[in-house]
């Protein structure tokens, strides 16, 4: 069944592009056809994170009815199709946000998973895409003006008629994380589905314009990412053996000489 996940968050800085870039190259990892598509028109991150900066047809072309969606689709990461928005001033004012509900509906008929990147806060294009997906993902800090921010899409999304399916708790330390973890689901009224443990090796990857999951899939922040994917995709979560053996000889490199991958 074709399933349409909006990935919120109440601010931006939550790590939401982040966190919809690994979960879908995750999701087309366990062999489903997946497409994420870029819906925060005015800030537009998913393009460049992933290196198409440079797109010659995005979704603002699409959304501005000057192309056809078919044009906007880029390769991603394990096979996961891209819909990225442009970097230009321009593009984003010739945009209509009204045209992404047909936009979405074209998607879903190609598609297992389509995860969509919404804007942050309460503009026009964050509203319609909470209310056009399945079920909304929120993506907190574990900061109270996060989930502040949070709890206001959470109500936002049930005003306009959507779902939520979780919280993901982003950037998470490791000290007192039960409690974290049941003071979100408190204070939000929705269950956290995993938590991302801080992880310095995700600012790495983005260096490299490549998602964690990839570049360096044996961290604990890929391990999480997966885990979240295969619940959403109703599988099992197993670790790759080679995965195993990587991170045995990553802890015994440290031990021997120290430092950091």
Do not use: W
Request: aromatic fraction near 4%.
């Amino acid at each position: 069944m074709i399933r349409a996940f909006t990935i919120a968050s109440g601010k931006g800085g939550t790590g939401k592009t982040t966190v919809t870039v690994n979960l879908g190259a995750s999701l087309a990892r366990l062999g489903k056809e997946t497409y994420i598509l870029d819906a925060d028109i005015g800030m537009a991150n998913l393009g460049l994170v992933l290196g198409l900066e440079e797109a010659p047809v995005t979704l603002h072309e699409v959304l501005a009815g000057q192309a056809k969606i078919d044009d906007a689709i880029y390769e991603g990461p394990n096979g996961v199709k891209v819909v990225p928005s442009g970097i230009s001033l321009q593009g984003f004012q010739n945009a209509d946000p009204d045209r992404l509900r047909d936009v979405m509906r074209s998607l879903v008929d190609r598609c297992d998973y389509l995860l969509v990147d919404a804007a942050a806060g309460i503009s026009k294009d964050g509203v319609v895409a909470l209310a056009i997906s399945d079920e909304v993902i929120l993506v907190v800090n574990p900061e109270l003006s996060s989930m502040a921010d949070a709890l206001k899409t959470k109500i936002l999304t049930e005003m306009v008629g959507g779902t939520v399916y979780g919280a993901i708790i982003n950037r998470s330390g490791m000290e007192n994380t039960e409690i974290r973890r049941h003071s979100v689901e408190d204070v939000l009224g929705v269950r956290v589905v995993d938590m991302i443990p801080e992880d310095s090796n995700v600012r790495r990857s983005a260096a490299y314009k490549t998602p964690i999951v990839l570049k360096y899939p044996s961290s604990e922040a890929s391990r999480a990412f997966r885990r979240i994917a295969a619940e959403m995709a109703g599988v099992t979560y197993e670790e790759e053996t080679e995965e195993r053996k990587q991170d045995f000889v990553d802890r015994l490199a440290h031990t021997l000489f120290g430092g950091s991958r």
